[in-house]
């Protein structure tokens, strides 16, 4: 009889032998990853992915956070004039000066007046020349050179005197120049016309006058008239500091 051919008996967990039936080998480890291609490809994808949208928003974050500056406008330089460009405005005090008083001019046999023309009205004051003639040839001549044109009434008090013809406008400015004391007998009264005196001494102002509106406040007896108030009396009362003489007009008879 045939001897019995004794039973395989198949273990689990053992491979056949010399059969590979598992497939190709499955590397564990780090290494292994690489081992699939596909999904390689497919990890390199999403992290591609991920870093472009990742760096699209830090982009917009930044832009956000830091706003495109407004450019400034651009600066026109303006270039400098030379100095035969400057137009200089001469100042009254600047056109009207003379080294010394003016010459003789006046005829002291005629009758002068003049008329100052204010903002608030005209004063007509006759002139004293046969009594101070120098004082009225001097008066005479800065009006006729329109010395005393816009210039300020610098002082005003009813219980006092008015005063202007200072181009500076604060009781210091002048022509240039100063005159002499002139004495005369005439004595002030209300609307008398006289001339501050000088910053030398026995000398008058060159162009500073006042216009009497209360004699016993003057105290000084260095003064002497040139000249009255004839018409206007209640312009000359109306004025205030600050008011306008316009201009002094001259008639001579």
């Given at each position: 009889?045939?001897k019995?051919?004794?039973?395989?008996?198949?273990r689990?967990?053992?491979?056949?032998?010399?059969?590979?039936?598992s497939g190709?080998e499955t590397?564990?480890?780090?290494f292994?990853?690489?081992?699939?291609?596909r999904?390689?490809?497919?990890?390199?994808i999403?992290?591609m992915?991920?870093?472009?949208a990742?760096g699209?928003n830090?982009?917009?974050?930044?832009?956000?956070?830091n706003?495109?500056p407004?450019p400034?406008?651009?600066e026109?330089?303006t270039?400098?004039p030379?100095?035969?460009?400057i137009?200089?405005?001469?100042?009254?005090?600047?056109?009207?000066q003379?080294?010394a008083a003016?010459?003789m001019?006046?005829?002291t046999?005629k009758?002068y007046t003049?008329?100052?023309k204010?903002n608030k009205g005209?004063i007509?004051?006759?002139l004293?020349a046969?009594?101070?003639?120098?004082?009225v040839?001097?008066?005479?001549?800065?009006?006729q050179?329109s010395?005393?044109?816009d210039?300020s009434f610098y002082y005003?008090?009813?219980?006092?005197?008015?005063?202007?013809?200072?181009?500076?406008?604060n009781?210091?400015?002048?022509?240039?120049?100063e005159l002499a004391?002139?004495?005369?007998?005439?004595?002030?009264?209300?609307?008398?016309v006289?001339m501050?005196?000088g910053?030398?001494?026995?000398?008058r102002?060159?162009s500073?006058?006042?216009?009497?509106?209360?004699?016993s406040r003057?105290d000084?007896t260095?003064?002497?008239p040139?000249?009255?108030?004839?018409?206007g009396m209640d312009v000359l009362q109306?004025l205030v500091?600050?008011d306008t003489l316009?201009?002094?007009?001259i008639?001579?008879q």
């Amino acid at each position: 009889m045939p001897k019995k051919q004794p039973k395989r008996i198949k273990r689990k967990g053992r491979r056949p032998r010399g059969v590979d039936w598992s497939g190709p080998e499955t590397k564990h480890g780090p290494f292994g990853l690489f081992s699939n291609v596909r999904l390689f490809y497919i990890i390199g994808i999403i992290i591609m992915v991920g870093s472009l949208a990742l760096g699209g928003n830090l982009c917009r974050n930044r832009a956000s956070s830091n706003p495109t500056p407004t450019p400034a406008a651009a600066e026109t330089e303006t270039p400098t004039p030379s100095p035969d460009q400057i137009t200089v405005t001469p100042t009254v005090e600047q056109v009207k000066q003379w080294p010394a008083a003016p010459a003789m001019t006046i005829d002291t046999t005629k009758t002068y007046t003049a008329t100052i023309k204010t903002n608030k009205g005209d004063i007509e004051v006759s002139l004293f020349a046969a009594d101070a003639p120098n004082t009225v040839n001097n008066f005479v001549f800065l009006a006729q050179q329109s010395f005393f044109k816009d210039m300020s009434f610098y002082y005003a008090d009813t219980n006092s005197f008015v005063a202007s013809g200072d181009p500076a406008g604060n009781g210091k400015g002048g022509p240039g120049y100063e005159l002499a004391n002139e004495p005369n007998s005439r004595t002030f009264g209300i609307g008398s016309v006289g001339m501050f005196a000088g910053e030398a001494a026995g000398m008058r102002a060159g162009s500073r006058f006042f216009i009497v509106l209360n004699p016993s406040r003057l105290d000084s007896t260095d003064f002497w008239p040139f000249g009255e108030v004839k018409s206007g009396m209640d312009v000359l009362q109306s004025l205030v500091k600050g008011d306008t003489l316009l201009s002094v007009d001259i008639q001579v008879q």
